[in-house]
């Protein structure tokens, strides 16, 4: 898909709404919040929001 950054068009304000309810539900009040790492990224692992986070 198309990446939501950079767009010349701001998202709908429902889009934004289904973001912000995602984020909460899977990151924010998750017991077991994660980040994906994008620079030099493989896919096999992601990270813990628990752990300090990596130099870039």
């Known amino acids: ?5 950079g767009r010349k068009k701001d998202l709908a304000p429902a889009t ?3 973001v912000a309810k ?6 924010i ?7 994906v790492p994008i620079a030099n990224w493989s896919g096999d692992t992601v990270q ?7 130099t870039v």
Do not use: C, Y
């Open 16 to 18: 934004l709404r289904r």
């Open 29 to 35: 009040d998750n017991p077991a919040p994660f980040i």
């Open 22 to 27: 995602g984020m909460k539900k899977f990151v």
């Open 48 to 54: 813990s929001a628990n752990e300090p986070l990596r």
């Open 1 to 5: 898909g198309k990446s939501i950054f």
